[in-house]
């Protein structure tokens, strides 16, 4: 029995004595002590002097035994949540009660003391429950997130996104992601091991850059509380290129004239593509293709503006009409091409050219008028 050694001159120090006397009172509860359990339900977040039950009541236990046994709370915890109104029979709610600062995840959320009554000594467990209030919207950590996505990505590639937090428990905790309507992406969503979620975006059109370089959009986490909560963050995805399209031509034919011996440097035409593409990408350069050896003497193109100028010597009697191609060219290889026609203009630089063809000889000072002198051939070549 443990009152052998209470006895005992163990028991010197006065705190060792106290603790003897912890049992001792436990040790009677177990063996004669009138005992009884109640167990409580009540909404966290209640105000201050709340009524969690009518203990008298419900111990059966009048007020007059209450007072006179001087009921009261024995706790372990450091918090003391409830306070035991003696007069009225009542437990009140004594302390701010937060379930998700108590219990955090763990459902269901309750904490237990004893009500203790002397002569004789009583002792009744009350177990306090507390319930969850949806009192937490789901919430990102920041409030944007940014993508750079190419659009050269393909349908199907996943972008994992940013979870919320909602602290409190079962239907009061994030049920669910929605992403605001887009024509690029639908949502997936998935379950962590511990029954988290989270979700990600996946392509399901690929994204242009020449027609939205940017894209905003939204997505919202909602709990299944009543009323319901949810918190949101912007995605913003900026589309990068890539080299999906050919330089374009404004023309598909440049027609222009020159002046024959026209001086070097004379402007004759510019041609003029465009890309759509951004940068290198769309970074032009022009040249001539494959010209026959002569006209890669005559004409010449600015790689930059497509300026044509000309080069060598205009000669229209040798080329009336000269057919050149001409080719854009991105810095990622992709081309076009266009013709350019010049003509070239005549100018009367050609004395007429006198070749005798016969020449009688000597001529008679009689001969008549009509006597064929000489055949001559006149060319101009203007
Ligand atoms: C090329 O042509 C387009 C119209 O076709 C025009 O808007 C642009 O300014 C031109 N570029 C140059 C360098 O002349
Ligand atoms: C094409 O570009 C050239 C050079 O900038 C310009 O002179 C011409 O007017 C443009 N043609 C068209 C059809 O826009
Ligand atoms: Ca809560
Ligand atoms: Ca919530
Ligand atoms: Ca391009
Ligand atoms: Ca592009």
Redesign the pocket.
Known sequence: MAFEGFLQPKCLKWRLCGLRWQVLIFVLYFSHVVSGQIRYSIPEEMKKGSVIGNVAQDLGLDLKRLRAGRARIVTGESIQYTELKTEKGILVVSERIDREQLCGDVTPCSFSFEIILENPIELHRITVEILDVNDHAPAFPNKYIHFEISESATVGSRFLLESAEDPDVGLNALQNYVLTHNDNFILKQHANPDGSKYAEMVLQKPLDREEHPRLSLKLIAVDGGNPQRSGSVNIEITVLDANDNAPVF??SVYRATVMENAPKDTYIT?V???DADRGTNGQITYSFSKLKGSIADIFIIDEK??IISVSGQVDYEKDKKYEVRVEAKDQGGLTDSSKVVIEVIDVNDNAPVINVMSFSSPVSEDAPPGTTVAVINVKDAD
């Open positions: 404004n023309q510019t003029n593509a465009s503006t497509g």
